[in-house]
């Protein structure tokens, strides 16, 4: 089971960014890879992501907490990726500021679980350099 993480540090203050991290239906507000999201209709506790390819993506809320979400994207069975499981989280930094975290683990077919981790990983990246450009 592939596990991707990717984190940064940044001066600003935890509680301002945990903020942004826990509102699961505002994640298009600061991620420039979401164009949109609505709460899911068919089920409670879900948002429908719909991305700036135009491709749409179910996840549902598994829990939340000060300063962070943690989510399962749900698949059919086309999807490469399966059991997605992710957290995003903000920290107080050791010496002040804040430290981001955003991690996943799920299964896919073994040929091309390292392009599709290699893909996840920069997606995570990108999403936190555009959580510090909010």
């Known amino acids: 089971m592939p ?3 990717a984190e940064l540090a940044t001066d600003r203050n935890p509680e ?4 942004l991290v826990t509102d699961f239906y505002g994640i298009h507000t600061w991620a420039s890879g979401v164009r949109d999201t ?4 068919a089920r409670s506790n879900t948002r429908l ?14 829990g939340s907490g000060p300063g962070f979400v943690r989510y399962r994207m749900i698949t059919d069975s086309t999807s490469p990726l399966q059991d997605y499981v992710a957290e ?4 107080p930094g050791a010496a002040g500021g804040s430290v981001l975290t955003w991690g996943a683990a ?6 091309i679980e390292e392009p599709l981790a290699a893909n996840v990983r920069a997606t ?11």
């Open 3 to 5: 596990e991707v993480n």
């Open 16 to 19: 301002e960014l945990a903020k």
């Open 38 to 41: 609505v709460p899911g209709e």
């Open 49 to 62: 992501c719909t991305l700036v390819t135009g491709a749409t993506v179910v996840e549902e809320l598994l």
């Open 88 to 91: 995003l989280r903000v920290t």
């Open 106 to 111: 799920f299964t896919c077919d073994p040929a």
């Open 124 to 134: 995570f990246e990108r999403g936190l350099e555009d959580l510090l450009a909010t």
